[in-house]
T-cell receptor, first 114, second 112 residues
């Protein structure tokens, strides 16, 4: 099985712009989660989608949004970029709805905001 | 609220020495616990997981972890570290609602 893929791998944007990141989960996985990783902060949970519905949400401002398509692919969008949004954005997929789950991570998208 | 604490930001060990990375969690029920490793420029790879049963869990690459409910800990161990183990290690706790909480990570340096 192919792993979790994320595109693009690297992005450079300027303040005020918006950006869209894409994640393709492992085939058959219906849950996709997004994390922001910054030095010293570890992984901060953004949101989780399951069957096209946002099921869980972290403590991020409304500038961060996401969606999931019927094929389980997911996108996250960040509007009005700020310098502090520079980070590695990781996507993870898992198979089951609830219960014992294991997350599989993609390589991440490195976003730099200038 | 659920949370994970990794008290050691950075650890340096000599190749061949033993390793223990600490992880403490806060969770009201029986937690699902994980250790992940992240090499530079890579995503996270699962080393091992604990859901229930035997409190000593074996993982890949010779790692093991022990769940101690009384101490709310899930420390990761390896008897003999290899240079290729240099990476960042993350402990995480999950719940049945598919929410996962990660620690801030421990960076491991291996000295030849």
């Amino acid at each position: 099985k192919a792993g979790v893929t994320q595109t693009p791998r690297y992005l450079i944007k300027t303040r005020g712009q918006q950006v869209t990141l894409s994640c393709s989960p492992i085939s058959g996985h219906r849950s996709v989660s997004w994390y922001q990783q910054t030095p010293g902060q570890g992984l901060q949970f953004l949101f989780e989608y399951f069957s096209e519905t946002q099921r869980n949400k972290g403590n991020f401002p409304g500038r961060f949004s996401g969606r999931q398509f019927s094929n389980s692919r997911s996108e996250m969008n960040v509007s009005t970029l700020e310098l502090g949004d520079s980070a590695l954005y990781l996507c993870a997929s898992s198979s089951a709805g609830t219960g014992y789950n294991e997350q599989f991570f993609g390589p991440g998208t490195r976003l730099t905001v200038l | 609220a659920q949370s994970v604490t990794q008290p050691d930001i950075h650890i340096t060990v000599s190749e061949g020495a033993s390793l223990e990375l600490r992880c403490n969690y806060s969770y009201g029920a029986t937690p699902y616990l994980f250790w992940y490793v992240q090499s530079p420029g890579q995503g996270l790879q699962l080393l091992l997981k604990y859901f229930s049963g035997d409190t000593l869990v074996q993982g890949i690459k010779g790692f093991e972890a022990e769940f101690k409910r009384s101490q709310s800990s899930f420390n990761l161990r390896k008897p003999s570290v290899h240079w290729s183990d240099a990476a960042e290690y993350f402990c995480a706790v999950g719940n049945t609602g598919n929410q996962f909480y990660f620690g801030t990570g421990t960076s491991l340096t291996v000295i030849p």
